[in-house]
């Protein structure tokens, strides 16, 4: 199981958009787990789950360059959500970029 996970602010306004991530993702059979988070939790979350991909809400995107110093050294690919997608709440294409980013990852 592949876990994609989204930070923002309290969680809540990634909240959406990782539930249409989910279902996209549900709809076409794939093993990946999607799920919404507060930046105030991202060290304990990622310590204890160890995501597979860290998106931040664009809300959030001045933690851009924390969050790659403090976690780049595990390999997980870090990024900002696109403000298109994520105003439009655009899961599948969120979801897109998800994998490719695992894909690129493991080269």
Do not use: W
């Not at 976690?71 to 897109?96: A, M, Q, T, W």
């Amino acid at each position: 199981m592949k876990r994609v996970y989204l930070f923002c602010n309290a969680g809540m306004s990634t909240s959406l958009l990782a539930s249409r991530m989910q279902s996209v993702a549900d709809t076409h059979n794939l093993p990946i787990e999607v799920k919404a988070f507060s930046d105030s939790k991202m060290e304990a979350i990622v310590n204890e789950f160890n995501p597979d991909v860290i998106l931040l809400g664009p809300q959030v995107k001045y933690r851009l360059e924390p969050t790659i110093e403090k976690f780049g050294h595990l390999g997980i690919p870090i990024e900002v959500i696109s403000l298109e997608d994520y105003g439009n709440v655009d899961g599948e294409r969120v979801l897109k970029r998800s994998i490719l980013l695992m894909k690129e990852n493991k080269k």
